[in-house]
């Protein structure tokens, strides 16, 4: 069986969900992380809904609601993946459990602290009864809920699925980072942490979501050719089966300026060398499961129209790209896209 | 490419046992492990009962075979205990076990007081900064019993785990494993308890599913597992039960209660039938979601009389034995089903059972022996995720 990634949209610190292309420099720069760069919501939400979503719910909900827009679908099974789930929302029930001592408080928050949010709003804004499931397995969030998607085409459970991960860089995340010493402790921009690696990476956020099926469904149509996830203690599995792929044209690599993590992408890659790498997380910044949008860029960049990249030229479009993620977890995936 | 997967062994903790066979015993003698809480850091626990496993962390501990300065959260510990003893019936170790899949909802967020200062950037020593999230457990449970490769966690709320049940033997059919470990578990948090109490569902009494005088849930605790197997890696092994069928449908109605039409509960047993290729009359017993709230009991019974039509087969909910263990209920009760068939006993409720308009057929009261081929476990979650399973006696 074949599994393809057909429409599929994004939201990140880049103007991704406006389709701008190539990037540009950044406008959500705080202090230590980098924010989404958010649509103009109006057109997918009432305003009193748009009110009271948190940010996991406004991207994650954008994103998918966009695909089923643009695809014509209908879609028979919804999947998310979600590191963090919705730690504003948590955080902010969390407060009021201690601000009022566990006396009376208002549960809107704790309804929509749970992973499950998107997948399940966005099953009850397009009225769909199908399959509607949420992963959430740190780093690789994603690619198993991508998985998940596969699993359910091979038992032919589902044909056309929504598939997609979302990731928000809350306040209270970013002090968990910081208690792990994950976080660039210098004002940077990811582009400048890469060329000035230390300890730490830049937190993003952003959430990307697919239409995935087992036939090309339009031009954008991109083959799932190869998805493996590894856990932190197997990362030399990383190299033996980087040893046996194919060679892609084009490998999106997971340096973030982090020394020990740029170190042992090097390692990792070695196989590869000779082959065009450009690192994706400088677009993006980092989060766990920025894979979802380094797999929406690597779509872009299948597109035939393509014939460079932020200063790599291609003579022939691409037809295939290996998108290969690290996270500080110590988790690692590799996804290999075909045109 | 296996079809049939079955189970192997099977792990289990509660507030009514540390075993599977500890968890029977109970379940037949009629006892509840619903009572005041001593173990959670909660004022609510001079107001709600719960099902809290009768252990401190400490013991816990012993009972994992850690020593007492190992630092993990509640759930984990309990985590360990079933997994270990599901590994163990079935008789392998960590490295034959392709991956483990598992529900939760709670993670290591049960230790309240720390996280909420963590998530301010206090440092105070917890060393559980990386070890909130959901997919924590999973990876814990990984490392304590050996290693596994793969890991995933499932969070559809109160379905989570049958979901972790149905994502591992949907992933044996489909060839990409042969042998997985999957379950679930939760325990008990301030988080959850003032969750709940917010949306004004928790019970002061024992919960009492689908009687007219219910009033909410018991939140409770605990951890299942089970080893799934395909048809081709167990060779002559003996088998505990089959997982012949498997149904994931969304009530899209609202986010926290279930539609008066029963939409997603409907759909999902429907489905499981399907899957199973079977006829509604073949399925003798439903260990029901029954939280014993007046939303969730209402509509549960009414997508049985729909899909059962005529026939409705004995029902009961065991959430007055354990509480709601939430994101390990799916696996808990999985394995309660699989322990009535292994018995040919379906279990009662054991309290008393008072009348309800909407509910025209009351559930078992009192344990008893029957012939059973089939038992259906349903789990619903918040978010509209219903799931329901269909398990299978032997290996016939």
Known sequence: MKYYLNHSSCISPQSSFEGKFPYEPFTNQTTHHILASEPDYKPFFPMNLLR?????????????????????????????????????????????????????????NFTQSTTNVVSSQLGLMTKNYCYNSTNSQKAHSFENSLLEGMILLDNQQA????????????????????????????????????????????????????????????????????????????????????????EPDLIL?????????DKAVNHLIAPFEDIPQIDFKQFFGDSPTVSAPATWLAQQLLNPAMTGFQGIQWERPLTSILVFNKFATGQSSLLLLKK | MSHRVFITGVGLISAIGDTPEENWQSLVEGKSGIGTAKYVDSKLTDRFVFGEVPHSNEELKQIAGLPSDANFARTSLLAFIAAGEALLQAGLTSSEIDGII???????????????????????????????????????????????????????????????????????????????????????????????????????????????????????????????????????????????????????????????????????????????????????????????????????????????????????????YTGHTLGAAGSIETIFSLLML??????????TLTHDDKISILPLEASKKVPLRRVMSNAFGFGGNCTSLILKAGRE
């Open chain 2, 342 to 351: 292994r018995h040919q006993t379906v279990i009662g409720g054991n309290y």
């Open chain 2, 102 to 320: 598992m529900g939760c909802t709670v993670s290591s967020m049960c230790e309240t007081q720390k996280l909420y200062e963590n998530a301010q950037g206090i440092d105070n020593g917890s060393m559980l900064y990386d070890r909130y999230d959901i997919g924590s457990v999973a990876m814990e449970v990984s490392e304590y019993l050996g290693h596994i490769p793969y890991h995933n966690t499932i969070n559809t709320a109160c379905s989570s785990s049958a979901n972790a049940i149905m994502q591992g033997v949907m992933m044996i059919r489909s060839g990409r494993a042969k042998r997985v470990l999957v379950g679930g578990a939760d325990a008990l948090s301030k988080y959850t308890i003032n969750g709940f109490n917010s949306m004004m569902l928790l019970s002061e009494q024992r919960c009492s599913p689908f009687s007219g005088n219910r009033d909410g849930i018991n939140l409770g605790e605990g951890a299942g597992f089970l080893v799934l197997e395909g048809e081709e890696s167990i060779a002559s092994k003996p088998v505990l039960a089959e997982v012949e069928g498997f149904g994931n449908a969304n009530d899209s109605y609202h986010a926290t209660s279930t539609s008066p039409e029963a939409t997603g509960p409907t759909s999902a047993m429907q489905k499981a039938l399907r899957t199973a290729g079977i006829s509604s009359e073949e399925v003798q017993y439903i260990n029901a979601h029954g939280t014993g709230t007046e939303n969730n009991d209402e509509t549960e019974f009414q997508a049985i009389r729909k899909v059962f039509d005529k026939q409705i087969p004995l029902y009961a909910s065991t959430k007055a």
């Open chain 1, 52 to 108: 009271r979503m948190g940010k996991i719910s406004r991207m994650g909900l954008t994103t998918g609601l966009k695909v089923i827009e643009d695809s014509k679908t209908d879609f028979d099974a919804i999947i998310s993946g979600s590191a963090y789930g919705s730690n504003e929302e948590s955080f902010k029930f969390l407060d009021q459990i201690y601000k009022y001592d566990e006396g009376p408080m208002t549960p809107t």
């Open chain 1, 159 to 246: 044909s056309h699925i929504l598939v997609g991960a979302v990731d928000e860089i809350s306040e209270y995340t970013f002090n968990l980072f910081g208690l792990l010493n994950w976080v660039r402790k210098d004002q940077v921009t990811p582009q400048e942490a890469l060329n000035n690696p230390g300890t730490g990476f830049v937190p993003g956020e952003g959430s990307a979501f697919f239409h995935l099926s087992t036939q090309p469904e339009s031009e954008c149509s991109v083959e799932v050719a190869y998805l493996k996830t590894f856990a932190g203690i197997d990362q030399e599995n990383v190299l033996k089966e980087i040893r046996q792929l194919e």
């Open chain 1, 253 to 261: 690599t997971p340096r973030n300026g982090d020394l020990e993590n």
